[in-house]
C-alpha cells in the first residue's frame, strides 16, 4: 500500500464524495515523527529495488536511484554533517540547484536534526551575506556550477557564522570541503532519532516582491502537509513518474520534487538543465514517458507556443500549475494541443497547498483556484478580519489557532509554517485574532470557488473602481501578440491611477500605435470596459525575482508610483 496510508487510515480512491474528503481526512502523526525515518526507510525497508530518483544531466547523463540507494547515501551524509560539527538546530544552507545529491543530503539533515536552508544558484554574494547573518548559517554546500561558489566565497569575510563551506562535483576550490571525496568513507548504518514532529526542520526566505526575503520556518509535520499535494493534485500514481519543473533552492520544489510524490508511491523526474527552453522540456516528457507534470504558468506560456501536437506525451495523465494565477488562454491552448487539462494550486512559502482545483469529483474552473484542500479553513475578509459575503473583493485568510513556536497547536492546519524566524513582530503582524492573512486577495463565488485577484498591494484603484491585475493580464493574454504581461497602476492626475500593462510581445509583432489600439479594444471586448489599460509600454523582458515572480513593484516604481 502507498506510505500516506500509515498516516491517513485509508487509500485515497476509498474517499466517496467531496463532502467525505472534507469531513473525514484525518493524520495520524506521531509525536517524534521523521520523514526520514518514518517514510523514506520503511519504504526502503519493504521495496529497496523500487525506482525512487530518475535524474538526467545538462548533457543528457541519466542516472536512476532506488529507495534504498537514497536511504544509505543519506545515511552516510547525515554521518558526514556529523563529521563537520553539524549538529541538531544548526542551520545549514543548501544551493544545489538540481543535482542528484540533493534528496540523499535534504534526508541526511532530516535525521539529524539540523536545520535545511534551500537557496536558489542565482545568489549574489550580498545575498549570500544577508541569509548567513540572518540566519546563522553554519554550513553550505553548494554546486561548482553558475558561479555560485565564488559569491560565497566572496562573502565569506561578511559571515561570522559560517564555518564549513563543502562543495561537490569535482574541482573543489582549496579551503573548501570536498563533499564527494569524504562522504562515500562513511558507514551507510543508520544514526539514532533525536527529533520531535515540533522541531525546526526547514527555514526558507520567501520570494517576495518587496523587501528583504522574510524567514519562514517549518517544522517536521510539514511533509505530512503535502500529501494532499501529491495524492489529490498531482494525481501521482503508484510507479507513476512525476515532473515539477523547479529548482531545489525553492520550496516549490518540496511540493513536486520530494515528499508528497513518495508519499503516493511515484518516482520522481529531475532534468538538472542550465537554462529552461521549452521545446527540450518537452522532450523530456516524451523521452521518458513522464505521467504527472507541473510547472508554473509562465512556462506554460512558452510551451503553448511551440507545435505540441508534434511531441508524443500519450504517458501524461495529468497536469497542474502552480505560483501565479493561471490565464485561460494558456489553459485552452495546452488542451488543444495535448488533450490534458491543467489543474491549479494555490499556496506559499509559508503554506502547502491549501487551495485547489485536483478533487477527483470535480473539473477546473477557468480562472478560479478552486477549493480549499482539506485541513484549510480558508476565507476572505475585509481590512477588519470580517468575512465577507459572496462576490466580494478580500483577503484570503485562514481560520487557524496563533503560531506554534515551537509546539503542536491543535486546529493549526499540518503544513502551515510556524511563524517568521527572529520576527516576532511580523508574525503578529499577518497572524493574529485567529487568522493567518496571506497579503493575497480573491473573492468566493455561490459555489465557494476562489476566483484570484491579486496581492494586496496590487490591487489598482482608479476612478473609484477597485481593479485586480489579473483579470486584466487574462484577457491581454488571449491576443497573440502578447507572450507575457504585467499590468499595474500608473498615476494620472484625473482618476488617481489609469490601468497600465507592461507587454513582451511575441515573435513576429511590433509595438506600433495600431497594435496598443487593437489591445485596448481587445481588452474591452473581453471585460469590463473600465478595467482597458489607458497605458501600454512594450518591453523585452519583464522584471522577476529570482524565483521567477513578475516584480509589478518595480514597475510601479519606476512610474513614480
Not at 532506488?66 to 538546530?89: C, L, M, P, V, W
Not at 485586480?468 to 493574454?477: I, R
Request: net charge negative; proline share 6%; charged share 25%.
Amino acid at each position: 500500500m502507498p506510505i500516506y496510508e500509515k498516516f491517513t487510515g485509508r487509500h485515497r480512491d476509498d474517499y466517496a464524495t467531496l463532502t467525505d474528503l472534507v469531513q473525514n481526512y484525518k493524520l495520524t502523526v506521531p509525536d517524534d515523527f521523521n520523514f526520514a525515518f518514518d517514510c523514506l526507510d520503511e519504504i526502503a525497508g519493504g521495496t529497496p529495488d523500487k525506482l525512487a530518483l530518475l535524474w538526467v544531466s545538462n548533457d543528457n547523463e541519466a542516472k536512476r536511484f532506488t529507495y534504498d540507494e537514497i536511504r544509505r547515501q543519506s545515511n552516510r551524509a547525515a554521518r558526514f554533517f556529523r563529521a563537520h560539527g553539524i549538529e541538531k538546530g544548526d542551520f545549514v544552507m543548501l544551493t544545489m540547484s538540481r543535482d542528484y545529491r540533493y534528496w540523499p543530503v535534504l534526508m541526511a539533515l532530516h535525521r539529524i536534526g539540523a536545520v535545511a536552508v534551500p537557496a536558489t544558484y542565482l545568489l549574489t554574494s550580498k545575498d549570500v551575506v544577508y541569509r548567513c547573518n540572518a540566519a546563522s548559517v553554519k554550513m553550505i554546500l553548494t554546486t561548482p556550477r553558475f558561479g555560485v561558489g565564488k559569491a560565497i566565497e566572496d562573502a565569506g569575510a561578511e559571515c561570522p557564522t559560517l564555518k564549513v563551506r563543502a562543495m561537490f562535483g569535482g574541482n573543489v576550490p582549496e579551503g573548501w570541503v570536498d563533499y564527494d571525496a569524504e562522504v562515500s568513507a562513511f558507514s551507510d548504518e543508520p544514526l539514532e532519532r533525536c527529533t520531535t514532529a515540533s522541531d525546526m526542520m526547514l527555514m526558507a526566505f520567501s520570494s517576495g516582491t518587496t523587501g528583504y526575503p522574510k524567514m519562514v520556518w517549518h517544522d517536521f509535520t510539514y511533509p505530512l502537509g503535502h500529501l494532499p499535494t501529491g495524492c489529490f493534485w498531482h494525481r501521482c500514481e503508484e510507479d507513476g513518474l512525476h515532473f515539477t519543473v523547479s529548482d531545489t533552492g525553492w520550496l516549490k520544489s518540496l511540493w513536486g520534487k520530494m515528499y508528497s510524490q513518495w508519499l503516493a508511491g511515484s518516482a520522481i523526474f529531475v532534468y538538472d538543465f542550465d537554462k529552461f527552453s521549452a521545446p527540450d522540456i518537452l522532450q523530456k516528457i516524451q523521452d521518458y514517458r513522464v505521467t504527472t507534470f507541473c510547472a508554473p504558468p509562465t512556462m506554460y506560456r512558452y510551451m503553448i507556443k511551440e507545435d505540441l501536437k508534434s511531441y508524443d506525451l500519450s504517458a501524461l495523465t495529468h497536469c497542474t500549475t502552480a505560483g501565479e494565477a493561471l490565464n485561460p488562454e494558456v489553459y485552452k491552448a495546452w488542451l488543444g494541443g495535448t488533450g490534458k487539462k491543467i489543474f491549479e494550486g494555490f499556496g506559499q512559502t509559508e503554506t502547502t497547498l491549501c487551495c485547489w482545483t485536483g478533487y477527483p469529483w470535480m473539473q477546473p474552473r477557468l480562472g478560479s483556484m478552486g477549493l480549499p484542500a482539506p485541513g484549510y479553513d480558508m476565507i476572505v475578509c475585509d481590512e477588519g478580519g470580517n468575512e465577507v459575503g459572496a462576490g466580494v473583493t478580500g483577503e484570503i485568510c485562514i481560520r487557524t489557532p496563533g503560531p506554534a513556536g515551537g509546539a503542536r497547536v491543535p486546529g493549526r492546519p499540518y503544513g502551515l509554517f510556524s511563524g517568521y524566524y527572529r520576527d516576532d513582530e511580523l508574525t503578529a503582524k499577518v497572524w493574529h485574532d485567529g487568522l493567518y492573512h496571506t497579503g493575497d486577495t480573491a473573492y468566493r463565488d455561490e459555489m465557494g470557488f476562489l476566483w484570484y485577484v491579486g496581492r494586496t498591494d496590487d490591487i489598482i484603484k482608479s476612478s473609484g473602481y477597485r481593479i485586480g491585475p489579473f483579470e486584466v493580464e487574462s484577457a491581454l493574454m488571449e491576443h497573440p501578440a502578447v507572450t507575457e504581461c504585467a499590468v499595474t497602476g500608473v498615476p494620472d492626475p484625473e482618476r488617481g491611477f489609469a490601468v497600465k500593462a507592461t507587454v513582451v510581445l511575441s515573435k513576429g509583432f511590433a509595438g506600433t500605435p495600431e497594435l496598443t489600439k487593437e489591445l485596448q479594444d481587445h481588452v474591452k471586448k473581453v471585460t469590463a470596459p473600465y478595467k482597458y489599460p489607458r497605458v501600454i509600454e512594450y518591453v523585452e523582458t519583464l522584471p522577476k525575482t529570482i524565483s521567477g515572480k513578475i516584480r509589478r513593484v518595480e514597475i510601479r516604481e519606476k512610474d513614480g508610483k
